[in-house]
C-alpha cells in the first residue's frame, strides 16, 4: 500500500487547513481558557466542522455522514494539531461514532448517528477509572436487571455530553477481558454526577459518578460480556486519529521554531546560521517524517480492517508521542527564554503534547502493548 494521499484526500486535506486556521486557531484556545468557557469549545464552529462533514468523518453515507474513513479522520485531526482547535472530533465522532459502527443495533445506529454527523449530539466515552490507561481495570459494576454504579475519570468531554457510553463489569474479576459490557447512558438520569476538570492543556474532562443508574437491554453496545471486543477497537481508533494530531502538534512546533531560527539574532548573525542548532533542525525533521509514514499507514490499516492494525496503531502512538514530546522540547529551548512565557503560543503546543501522549496510554504502555501482540 503506497503511502501517498489521493486526490480526494488532498482536497479534504486543504479545506481541513484553511477552516481550522481561519475558525479554530491557537487564539481561540488561549480565549477559550482565559473566559473559563463553560463548554470548552465553541458550539457555533463545532456546527460548522459538521457541515464540513468533520463530524461524519466515519459515519458512513447510509447514517448522514461522508464516510471519509480514518485517513480522513487523521488528516482532521493533524489540522486541529497544528492549530490546538479545541472540538469534539476525539470523543463524539471517533470514540462513540466506532463503538456504535462496532457494536451498536441497527436501532441505535439509525437514531445516533445521523444526530453525530450533523453536530447536534454530543456523545462522550467513559471507561477509564485508573490514574494512567489501564483499558480492562474495569470496577463499575452492572446488578440487578440492571443498575450501574462506579466511577469513571479522564471523561473527555463528558460534562456537555448529551449521552455516555459506558463500561461496566458484568462478570468476572476486575482486569479481566472478558465480563465488560458496554451500555448507553443518558447523564440526566437519576445517580449520575458529572463533574467537570480542565486537563494542563486546557482541554475538557470529567469524572462521572454513578450511583444505582438504571439501564436497559436497549442500552447495550455489542454482545454481552464481550464489550472488550468493541472497546480494543475504540481505543485503537482513538488512538490513531490521536497520533495523527500529535503529528499536527510536533509540524506546527517545528515550523514555528524553523521560522524563529531564521529571524532571531545573537552576536550579530542570524541563530539558524549556528551548526549545532541546524543539526538539531535536521534530526527533527527526520524524526517528524517517520511519524507521518507510520501514523498514514495506521490509518490506512484500520480502514482496511487489516489482521495487523492494532500492532501499527501502538507503532503510530509510541513514536508520535515521544517525535512531539521532543519536538515541542526542542522548540521551547530554541526559542529561549520567550518560549517559557503563556503569552507566547510555543507553549500551548508542549502542554497539548504532554496530555495527548498520555491519553489511551503513553510510549512506554504502547512499547509494552507492541511486544506483546508480537508473541513476547
Not at 466515519?58 to 482532521?76: D, M, N, S, Y
Not at 490499516?301 to 508520535?320: F, R, Y
Request: net charge negative; hydrophobic share 45%.
Amino acid at each position: 500500500m503506497t503511502l501517498v494521499l489521493t486526490d480526494d484526500q488532498l482536497m479534504f486535506r486543504d479545506a481541513a487547513k484553511r477552516f481550522a486556521a481561519e475558525r479554530a486557531p491557537v487564539s481561540q484556545l488561549r480565549k477559550l481558557r482565559d473566559d473559563v468557557d463553560p463548554v470548552g469549545f465553541s458550539r457555533d464552529v463545532w456546527k460548522e466542522m459538521a457541515e464540513m462533514g468533520w463530524a461524519g468523518v466515519l459515519v458512513p453515507e447510509e447514517f448522514g455522514g461522508v464516510g471519509f474513513g480514518f485517513v480522513g479522520a487523521g488528516l482532521i485531526a493533524a489540522e486541529i494539531g497544528r492549530n490546538l482547535s479545541s472540538t469534539p472530533l476525539l470523543s463524539s465522532a471517533v470514540l462513540a461514532v466506532t463503538a456504535l459502527l462496532r457494536g451498536g443495533t441497527q436501532a441505535q445506529k439509525e437514531t445516533l448517528l445521523p444526530a453525530i454527523a450533523g453536530g447536534d449530539l454530543l456523545i462522550a466515552f467513559a471507561s477509564d477509572e485508573c490514574v494512567r490507561h489501564t483499558p480492562y481495570h474495569v470496577a463499575t459494576r452492572c446488578t440487578g436487571k440492571y443498575k450501574l454504579s462506579g466511577r469513571k475519570l479522564h471523561v473527555l468531554d463528558g460534562h456537555i455530553a448529551d449521552r455516555l457510553i459506558v463500561s461496566a463489569r458484568t462478570s468476572g474479576d476486575i482486569g479481566a477481558r472478558d465480563g465488560i459490557t458496554l451500555f448507553l447512558v443518558d447523564p440526566k438520569a437519576n445517580g449520575v454526577t458529572i463533574t467537570r476538570s480542565s486537563m494542563v492543556d486546557s482541554r475538557n474532562s470529567a469524572t462521572i459518578d454513578l450511583r444505582d443508574v438504571p439501564v436497559t437491554d436497549a442500552d447495550v453496545i455489542g454482545t454481552f460480556d464481550k464489550g472488550a471486543i468493541v472497546l480494543d477497537a475504540v481505543f485503537d481508533a482513538g488512538r490513531a486519529v490521536l497520533s495523527a494530531e500529535l503529528l499536527g502538534v510536533a509540524e506546527e512546533a517545528f515550523e514555528r521554531t524553523l521560522t524563529y531560527l531564521r529571524e532571531r539574532e545573537q552576536f550579530g548573525v542570524k541563530i539558524g546560521t549556528f551548526q549545532s542548532l541546524q543539526h538539531r533542525a535536521a534530526h527533527l525533521f527526520c524524526e517528524i517524517e517517520l511519524v507521518r509514514s507510520v501514523v498514514l499507514r495506521t490509518l490506512q490499516a484500520l480502514d482496511a480492517q487489516e489482521p495487523t492494525a492494532s500492532s501499527l496503531v501502538c507503532l503510530a502512538k509510541a513514536k508520535a508521542s515521544d517525535v512531539a514530546r521532543i519536538a515541542t522540547n526542542e522548540a521551547v529551548q530554541m526559542h529561549g527564554g520567550i518560549g517559557m512565557t503563556d503569552e507566547f503560543d510555543i507553549g500551548f503546543f508542549m502542554k497539548r503534547a504532554r496530555a495527548a501522549a498520555e491519553t489511551f496510554g503513553d510510549q512506554y504502555y504502547h512499547t509494552d502493548r507492541f511486544a506483546q501482540l508480537s508473541g513476547y
